[in-house]
Every structure is written in C-alpha cells, then in structure tokens.
C-alpha cells in the first residue's frame, strides 16, 4: 500500500533577497498566526537558495485545503476581506510602532527580546499578506472562473 505523497510545488522565486526577512516569511505559514486567522496552518515549508535566487514552496495540498477554508468563510461573510485588509493595516501600524521605538543601546538579551517580539509581530502581519494572495490566488481564480462560466463571459 502505497503511504499518501505530498507534493511541493513553487509559489514564488527571488533573485538577490536578503535571508532573514524571508525565513520570517517562510514560518508565517506553519505559525500559530496563520491557523488563527485561517483556521489551519501548512504542514512544512521549503525554500531553497542556488546562485542568489530563493525560491519558495508549499504542499500542494496545503494550498487547496487552505484555499478552500478561505474561500468558505468568504462565502459565510463577504465582509471578511474587509476584515482582513484592516487587519493588516493595524497590524502594519503595530510593527512599525514597535521597531520606531527600539532602542539599541541597551543589553544583548534586551535586544534578544526586541527580535522575538518583532517576530510574533511579523508574523501577525506576513499571514495577512502573503499567504493570503499565495492560497487565495489558486481558489479564488477557479471560482471566478467558474462563476463566469455560468455567466458566459472568459478571463
């Protein structure tokens, strides 16, 4: 009997990107965060660096079945982008606020501290972006598509 394969596939590719944002990023996805807002999380992430470019992938199968928890709770209350994009806004607010404030001349485990607050927050803020468009792109396009087939009208 063959054990249930999971497949990765490409969802993004960066030339000459620092490292650390994008690690950051990369964990947004299998965070607590991301199963709060989506109400499940990817089972891993992988990211590879050859010759300066990064690129980024997911499970297939994450994607789908995020994409679908998204759109179902799109189809429960449209108003949930809304939600979303003002989220984000106060999330942005949040994080800028807090590295504005920093002061960097204080002990190395006052700084240790700084970086893991700036973390949680980054990630806070990263679920609402870029996963969003990542496992909404291929959910929602479908649908569209299928809506304007019944419509009569091609994108």
Not at 79 to 90: A, E, V
Not at 124 to 146: D, F, M, N, Q, S
Request: charged letters at 30%; glycine letters at 4%; proline letters at 4%.
């Amino acid at each position: 009997m063959q054990k249930n394969k999971k497949n990765f596939i490409s969802t993004a590719k960066r030339p000459k990107i620092p490292i650390w944002p994008i690690v950051f990023s990369m964990e947004a996805f299998t965070s607590d965060p991301m199963k709060k807002i989506f109400g499940d999380k990817c089972d891993k992430v992988l990211m590879t660096i050859q010759n300066g470019t990064c690129e980024y992938f997911l499970y297939k199968e994450d994607i789908a079945r995020l994409g679908k928890l998204l759109l179902n709770k799109i189809e429960k209350n449209p108003q949930t982008t809304k939600k979303y994009i003002k989220m984000l806004l106060s999330r942005g607010d949040n994080i800028l606020s807090f590295a504005k404030n920093i002061n960097t001349s204080v002990s190395d485990k006052i700084i240790s501290q700084h970086l893991k607050t700036y973390d949680r927050l980054y990630k806070e803020l990263i679920v609402l972006g870029w996963p969003l468009a990542v496992i909404g792109e291929e959910i929602l396009t479908k649908e569209i598509k299928k809506i304007s087939r019944t419509k009569n009208r091609k994108f």
